[in-house]
């Protein structure tokens, strides 16, 4: 299997950008999908592939990707952002194997 | 618009096997592979295992040897059981709908989750 290593924390002052890094192996094959989930509620897909988002998701979330890192950026950081996010892809096995980082709590400032 | 929906028992015993059902409800069960994921409490998330609607199952190699997923399609629905639980085992569970967004197969669909404990 294969391990997906997230910063535990950052913070972004309101309206400015935030990046968050993901890093694994993994990340060299499969692209890597975002999720947001805030207290008591389930995670939600806000990135997915080279840089989709699903509709409903504001244009602020973008995703990249070089190598064995993934990024999820917010751009104009809002108060509602603040959240854990946890990135996610299929791990090495060659096999439906998924693997989840250990996430990143943004707080928006 | 997909929803999905787990219900079971909230407390187990250790020793007993944890059984839960995710019912599919706004769209067709088939064609989609379904998965289970969960989150001990305040912890991150761990993937357990994806079924496919014809009965293909992927498992957490870590939990393989305890998880056993089936499903349903006449009544939309997926279970879950894992054996021989611990308190290590007490998290919320999710089921989830792996996506078919192309190329890329994201968990596009979530349920609320459900909180199972484990104790005596």
């Known amino acids: 299997s294969s391990e997906l290593t997230q910063d535990p924390a950052v913070s972004v002052a309101l309206g400015q950008t935030v990046r968050i890094t993901c890093q694994g192996d993994s990340l060299r094959s499969y692209y890597a999908s975002w999720y947001q989930q805030k207290p008591r509620q389930a995670p939600v897909l806000v990135i997915y592939?080279?840089?989709n988002r699903p509709s409903g998701i504001p244009d602020r979330f973008s995703g990249s990707s070089s190598g064995n890192t993934a990024s999820l950026t917010i751009t104009g950081a809002q108060a509602e952002d603040e959240a854990d996010y946890y990135c996610s892809s299929r791990d090495s096995s060659g096999y439906l194997h998924y693997v989840f980082g250990s996430g990143t709590k943004v707080t928006v400032l | 618009q997909v929803q999905l929906q787990e219900w079971g028992p909230g407390l187990v015993k250790p020793s007993e096997t944890l059984s839960l059902t995710c019912t599919v409800s706004?769209?067709?069960?088939?064609?989609?592979?379904w998965s289970w994921i969960r989150q001990p409490p305040g912890k991150g998330l761990e993937w357990i295992g994806n079924i496919y609607y014809s009965g293909s199952t992927y498992y957490n190699p870590a939990l393989k040897s305890r998880v056993a997923i089936s499903v349903d399609t006449s009544k939309n629905q997926f279970s879950l059981k894992l054996s021989s639980v611990t308190a290590a085992d007490t998290a919320v569970y999710y089921c989830?709908?792996?996506?078919?967004?192309?190329?890329?197969?994201?968990?596009?669909?979530w349920g609320q989750g459900t909180l199972v404990t484990v104790s005596s």
């Open positions: 989830a709908r792996l996506g078919d967004r192309g190329t890329y197969y994201p968990f596009d669909y």
């Open positions: 592939g080279k840089n």
């Open positions: 706004g769209g067709s069960i088939s064609n989609y592979y």
